[in-house]
């Protein structure tokens, strides 16, 4: 995977854990930057890590803390990793924020209708990951595909999944 691809996906990620972490945007673009500026820095190093989103998080943890110690602001140091390792485990901030605003939405009334909107692989992506909770690393193996590559398509099928679930207007409830 090429610096820019990874930066694309998972720049605002970061943005959105470091400004939940730090609750001001100024900052957050700042530390932001800094993390990706670092992984630039690290080069291969960073490019050929087992886990490079890992290593984005673990390092926008550390800037976080950092930012702390400067403001005077306290926070603990396993707080600050345990969430950097939950967001790593995590599908991503955009769907635990997502989760959070729609805990009043019945997802079994909606999955249905998502489902359905589908194609036939994507349906069976879907429902190994989201619904039988299977890791992504036996998913690859499962489909003779490399890790990486599964990671992309569910890359694409999480946007898909969103416009067909902004598609069903659920704020209007």
């Not at 400004?19 to 992984?39: C, N, P, S, Y």
């Not at 950092?66 to 707080?79: D, I, Q």
């Not at 589908?118 to 069976?124: G, I, T, V």
């Not at 909770?133 to 898909?160: C, G, H, N, W």
Request: glycine share 4%; with cysteine.
């Amino acid at each position: 995977m090429q610096f820019e691809e990874i930066c694309r996906e998972n720049y605002a990620r970061i943005y959105n854990y470091i400004l939940a972490k730090t609750g001001v945007k100024e900052a957050a673009g700042d530390i932001t930057q800094d993390v990706f500026l670092i992984a630039w820095q690290k080069g291969d190093i960073f490019l050929c890590h087992e886990k490079p989103i890992a290593f984005l998080y673990t390092t926008a943890a550390n800037l976080v803390l950092e930012y702390h110690k400067k403001t005077g602001k306290t926070t603990s140091r396993e707080m600050a990793f345990d969430d950097a390792k939950t967001a790593v485990n995590s599908h991503d901030v955009f769907e635990e924020l997502c989760l959070l605003r729609s805990a009043g939405v019945n997802e079994a009334l909606y999955r249905k209708q998502v489902l359905s909107g589908l194609k036939p692989k994507e349906r069976d992506l879907y429902r190994k990951y989201y619904i039988e909770k299977k890791p992504m690393k036996d998913i690859a193996e499962q489909f003779r595909m490399s890790e990486t590559a599964v990671r992309m398509k569910y890359v694409r099928l999480r946007r898909k999944v969103r416009r067909l679930i902004e598609n069903l207007h659920l704020d209007d409830f």
